[in-house]
């Protein structure tokens, strides 16, 4: 469909300390409803969103890092890590979680639409959008 | 004893920790908490910071909160200590005042 | 306003919705459907036992058309549509399916 808009959620706060990482998340989940094309970056402190492990136990705050891994099925088709926001907090693609897509008509399949991208590539990206949406 | 300091904000997003390493007295007390346990992973751009401290200082970090962010202790700075919420209420108690760098 | 199940009495919120998502057991979907003059099939627990697992493994509760695809690739395309599950669940299967399942309402769900 060429009238679908590209849609960037921004994101660069980490998780629990500040609301933004999930209110961010929820604004995707119902994006997905609008059936636009939809990516996610995550820069600054927000790569640490995405790092695996989180145990909120406690802290008496629910953990929502398990939500991400169903991204894919809300229409999310590219999700973007900044390279050196993951270098400077001494993180690797092997820390962060893995999140499929599945084309549901076509079958297609895409084992993990997380990908670590540099500067360049994201800036890019980013002019690329038509919308981005910052948390 | 001296005194307490807190930070709980990350250290790549506010100058929180760096302030509060640049005004706190040697022999104090930090700890990290919520977004500042960041602070205490080694290999980070902001590990030097903390590494640097622990010459006469003495660094903790709550360990919920460093859970919580799925990090693991053997990420750890070598000399940070880590605490549970009833650690830090000793801290607390074992501290003339504290004083938090919000 | 509060539901009694097995001679307990479990806080809902005002659409319906249990307060503590661990108070669930088999019997308050039983109730909650008994409310609605609904009788509980098989095709029912189906849908009601794949939302407890969608959320137990990602922590919500999937909007409704997320339910149908999922739906449709794990229990077969005939039932993988809104007519067979508003069929079931003639209120909606997103919020009624996960009323009697004891889950949240859906995010994004009005």
Known sequence: MSDKKQFMFLNRRAPYGTIYAWESLEVVLIAAAFEQAVSLAFVDDGVYQLVTGQDTSGIGMKNFSPTYKTLGDYEVRHIYVDKDSLESRGLTQDDLQVVPWEDWETEETVDNIVEVVDSAKLAELLEASDVVFSF | MSDLHTVNKSPFERPSLDTCLRLSKPGSSILLYEDGVYAAVAGTAASDKVSGALADKKVYVLEPDFKARGLKADRLIEGVEMVDYAGFVDLVDACDKVQAWV | ?110
């Open chain 3, 1 to 110: 306003m509060p539901i009694e199940v097995n001679g307990k009495t479990l806080e809902t919120d005002e659409e319906g919705y249990l307060v503590n998502l661990d108070d669930w057991e088999p019997a308050v979907a039983e109730v909650m459907a008994k409310e609605d003059d609904l009788e509980l099939t098989d095709e029912h627990w189906e849908i009601i036992n794949f939302l407890r697992e969608y959320y137990e493994e990602y922590q919500i509760a999937p909007a409704v058309r997320v339910l149908t695809k999922a739906v449709g690739k794990r229990l077969g395309k005939e039932k993988g549509n809104s007519k067979y599950l508003y069929g079931l669940f003639p209120y909606g299967p997103g919020k009624q399916a996960c009323r009697y399942a004891g889950l949240p309402k859906p995010t994004g769900c009005v």
